[in-house]
Structures are given as structure tokens and as C-alpha cells.
Nanobody, 130 residues
Framework: VQLQASGGGLVRAGGSLRLSCAAS????????IGWFRQVPGKEREGVSC???????YYADSVQGRFTISTDNAKNTVYLQMNSLEPGDTAVYYC?????????????????????????WGQGTQVTVSS
């Protein structure tokens, strides 16, 4: 399994970016895909997840500004980030969690922990200037 995150960059506050997570070696039918972010000295935090049945989940801090979506034909998950703020500056990672061991209720809480996620991409830097 490989996850390749891309799309990061430098943008001014209020701007937009779209991150991509290209997956190989897995099918989205079996996995929840999540986006996490991390700044130096802090723990990795969940941003958004999409489960295999299309349910989406967001951290409160990005609700209404970020949108996660899936393109099954391209085996790619996107994170559209609008109205970016300096506090969104971080390295963004995508990750995959096998769903078979979990209920949908448990999956809805994946955003709060990195533990269910078995596979991780390499990260892409997002920098938002004020």
C-alpha cells in the first residue's frame, strides 16, 4: 500500500488549496481515508475523514471551510481547503484505516486518533501567510 500526498504550498490568508492523496495497493471499498496535520512540537491532529460508504467527518476547526471528496476512478482522495487561516499552517498527511474491525460509530471518531490508521503518506507542507 502506498499513499502519495501532494498539492501543498504557500498561500495568503483567505486563499484556497486542494490537496490530493493518490492511493495504490488498496481499494476505497475497504478503507477510511483521513487527513491529518502536524506542526513542530505538537501532536498530529485529525482534519477530516471519509469512510467507504461516503460519510464525511471534519474537525470543528475546519468545518465549513474544508471539503473531503473521493474519486474512485482515480483512487484519489481530495481535501479542498478554502478560507485558509495562518492557523492551518502545518504538514498535512493522508492515511488509510481498514474498516472491517470497526462500526460506523467508531469510524466517526477516527478523526480524533491516529491509532486506527495503518498506512500513511509522506506529508505535504501547507503554509498560510497573514
Amino acid at each position: 500500500v502506498q499513499l502519495q500526498a501532494s498539492g501543498g504550498g504557500l498561500v495568503r490568508a483567505g486563499g484556497s488549496l486542494r490537496l490530493s492523496c493518490a492511493a495504490s495497493g488498496l481499494t476505497f471499498d475497504d478503507y477510511t481515508i483521513g487527513w491529518f496535520r502536524q506542526v513542530p512540537g505538537k501532536e498530529r491532529e485529525g482534519v477530516s475523514c471519509v469512510s467507504s460508504n461516503g460519510n464525511t467527518y471534519y474537525a470543528d476547526s475546519v468545518q465549513g471551510r474544508f471539503t473531503i471528496s473521493t474519486d474512485n476512478a482515480k483512487n484519489t482522495v481530495y481535501l479542498q481547503m478554502n478560507s485558509l487561516e495562518p492557523g492551518d499552517t502545518a504538514v498535512y498527511y493522508c492515511a488509510a484505516a481498514l474498516e472491517s474491525l470497526y462500526t460506523e460509530y467508531e469510524i466517526s471518531h477516527f478523526i480524533y486518533s491516529t491509532l486506527p490508521f495503518d498506512y500513511w503518506g509522506q506529508g505535504t507542507q501547507v503554509t498560510v501567510s497573514s
